[in-house]
């Protein structure tokens, strides 16, 4: 775990705390309108499509295509020095929101755009792990 | 009525604030008038030497006692809207002359490296920056969509930085002057694929200053007045991974207004300014800015047709990728260039004739745009 002590550790907040948590136990949480059935993440206190307060956590299937992808070079700081050349990606999930994260599990020449990825879990310290994505 | 520039590039002479106030001086003496006659005064945040009240003080350190007093808090499209704050404040009676003073020291005042790694903290804490993605990463990501979706190519976003350089190449001021082909930014270090080291934009020291009053009363100071005809802002994130679009951008938005308020389009335009942090953002805004239909701004940039004696000359002097790009003013040099422009002051890169030139900013990741239209003669 102590490889990724000097990268950016996200810090849970009041409103990302569930999904920092479900990370904790490899689940992959975003928030579902209770009202209208909207998926969304990031984490928000109110639907950003009916403005709606019963937003409520669930648990994502993990499954995700590629919607895009670069392959890093030069690392950001020193801290993602060891890791380089890495891939930084946008996933459109299943449910429907994108989010950014890393693509593992084949080398950075083999992702595609629209290519089927999975979650998987990188745990770097006791309370926080990242989700990543490997091809599905 | 006024618009001057600092040396750009490297200056280990002069410190941040210094390039502030040395960039106001310039714009003051272009204009003709006194430090007292400023009762406006906008600044953009420095990141090399950061104060939290940051125009106000700038005014103390000029001894200067303005009505209206703002700092912008962020670059690229929120800077270059500080021109309609301005311009409001004057049509409203708030104030009479403007200065619109920018510059930061990210080279000799920051260090390139921490300015890199600074940047990045554009990023969310939580839900970003864990990926470790470096700037070019968030704009390579946008450049990898627009290639899948239309066919878009290397060799076509290698031509903005050619025509950039080109261009820089006839401006003595600019930070980088060595002329380079398309097969020199193919075989540059790749940082971010696609994007190469030839695609990603500077990293500078430098300032920029404007002097704006009303129409009425520009017509009694020192130079042709160059007039604000139009302007127009659009929002559509802050995150990349919140997005709307990849390929798709808030410049749209910004130009039908900004078009609209001018009553001109995109035909009326003789050269355009447009933020180039990274080559392909140059070809999504062409295409957002009604210069081409969507997807078509890889072929719009090909055989020359952005360069000077092209049908519509880009970044006369250089832009963020040759001229210099010191951050959070990047878009100021755009403004004081389409001023020189269409004063016709440009010497060797003088576009023939420029009567209208578009200026346009972006922030964030493709997040927040305002567009500008300039002209020498009111519409």
């Known amino acids: 775990m102590t490889a990724h002590i000097r990268?950016?550790?996200?810090?849970?907040?009041?409103?990302?705390?569930?999904?920092?948590?479900?990370?904790?136990?490899?689940?992959l949480?975003?928030?579902?309108?209770?009202?209208?059935?909207?998926?969304?993440?990031?984490?928000?206190?109110?639907?950003?499509?009916?403005?709606?307060?019963?937003?409520?956590?669930?648990?994502?299937?993990?499954?995700?295509?590629?919607?895009?992808?670069?392959?890093?070079?030069?690392?950001?700081?020193?801290?993602?020095?060891?890791?380089?050349?890495?891939?930084?990606?946008?996933?459109?999930?299943?449910?429907?929101?994108?989010?950014?994260?890393?693509?593992?599990?084949?080398?950075?020449?083999?992702?595609?755009?629209?290519?089927?990825?999975?979650?998987?879990f990188e745990d770097w310290t006791e309370d926080i792990s990242i989700p990543k994505f490997r091809p599905a | 009525?006024?618009?001057?520039?600092?040396?750009?590039?490297?200056?280990?002479?002069?410190?941040?604030?210094?390039?502030?106030?040395?960039?106001?001086?310039?714009?003051?003496?272009?204009?003709?008038i006194t430090k007292d006659q400023v009762d406006g005064l906008i600044t953009c945040a420095s990141w090399a030497e950061p104060y939290i009240y940051h125009a106000e003080m700038i005014a103390e350190y000029m001894q200067i006692f303005p009505r209206y007093c703002i700092g912008a808090p962020a670059g690229g499209g929120t800077t270059l809207a500080m021109l309609h704050h301005a311009a409001s404040a004057i049509v409203t009676g708030m104030c009479n002359t403007v200065l619109i003073t920018m510059a930061d020291s990210q080279v000799s005042g920051l260090s390139r490296d921490k300015a890199i790694e600074a940047m990045s903290t554009a990023g969310h804490p939580q839900f970003e920056r864990p990926y470790g993605p470096p700037i070019p990463a968030f704009y390579a990501l946008i450049a990898r969509a627009h290639q899948h979706a239309y066919g878009t190519t290397a060799e076509q976003r290698a031509a903005v930085a050619v025509a950039c350089r080109k261009h820089a190449s006839l401006n003595p001021a600019a930070q980088m002057r060595t002329p380079i082909t398309i097969d020199d930014v193919l075989s540059s270090r790749m940082i971010c694929d696609p994007l190469h080291l030839l695609d990603c934009s500077l990293v500078s020291d430098g300032g920029a200053a404007i002097v704006m009053t009303s129409a009425e009363r520009a017509r009694d100071f020192r130079m042709p007045p160059v007039y604000l005809l139009g302007t127009g802002e659009g929002h559509s994130h802050e995150h990349i991974s919140q997005a709307v679009s990849l390929t798709a951008s808030a410049a749209r938005e910004a130009g039908e207004r900004a078009y609209a308020m001018a009553g001109l389009g995109p035909g009326d335009v003789d050269l355009a300014e447009l933020y180039d942090c990274f080559?392909?953002?140059?070809?999504?805004?062409?295409?957002?800015?009604?210069?081409?239909?969507?997807?078509?701004?890889?072929?719009?940039?090909?055989?020359?047709?952005?360069?000077?004696?092209?049908?519509?000359?880009?970044?006369?002097?250089?832009?963020?990728?040759?001229?210099?790009?010191?951050?959070?003013?990047?878009?100021?040099?755009?403004?004081?260039?389409?001023?020189?422009?269409?004063?016709?002051?440009?010497?060797?890169?003088?576009?023939?004739?420029?009567?209208?030139?578009?200026?346009?900013g972006q922030g964030g990741i493709m997040s927040t745009h305002c567009a500008a239209i300039f002209g020498n003669r009111q519409v």
């Open chain 1, 29 to 120: 949480r975003i928030q579902r309108c209770a009202a209208c059935g909207h998926f969304q993440f990031f984490p928000r206190i109110y639907c950003t499509r009916c403005f709606g307060d019963r937003v409520e956590w669930i648990t994502a299937s993990g499954r995700a295509t590629v919607l895009s992808f670069t392959i890093v070079r030069r690392p950001v700081s020193a801290a993602f020095a060891d890791d380089v050349p890495y891939v930084v990606a946008l996933v459109s999930m299943e449910e429907g929101p994108t989010m950014m994260t890393s693509i593992t599990g084949c080398a950075p020449e083999q992702v595609r755009i629209g290519m089927p990825v999975a979650v998987t």
């Open chain 2, 279 to 360: 080559t392909p953002v140059v070809i999504i805004e062409l295409e957002d800015l009604g210069f081409c239909p969507k997807g078509e701004g890889g072929r719009f940039v090909e055989g020359g047709r952005i360069e000077l004696g092209g049908e519509l000359p880009v970044n006369t002097h250089g832009g963020l990728l040759s001229h210099c790009h010191p951050g959070h003013p990047g878009s100021m040099f755009s403004i004081t260039e389409a001023v020189r422009q269409l004063r016709g002051e440009c010497g060797t890169r003088q576009v023939a004739g420029a009567g209208i030139a578009l200026v346009h």
């Open chain 2, 1 to 32: 009525m006024g618009a001057a520039d600092t040396e750009v590039g490297i200056v280990p002479h002069l410190s941040a604030t210094q390039l502030y106030v040395k960039a106001a001086k310039l714009a003051l003496e272009d204009a003709g």
């Open chain 1, 7 to 27: 990268k950016p550790l996200p810090a849970p907040t009041l409103e990302t705390r569930p999904y920092w948590d479900g990370c904790k136990l490899h689940e």
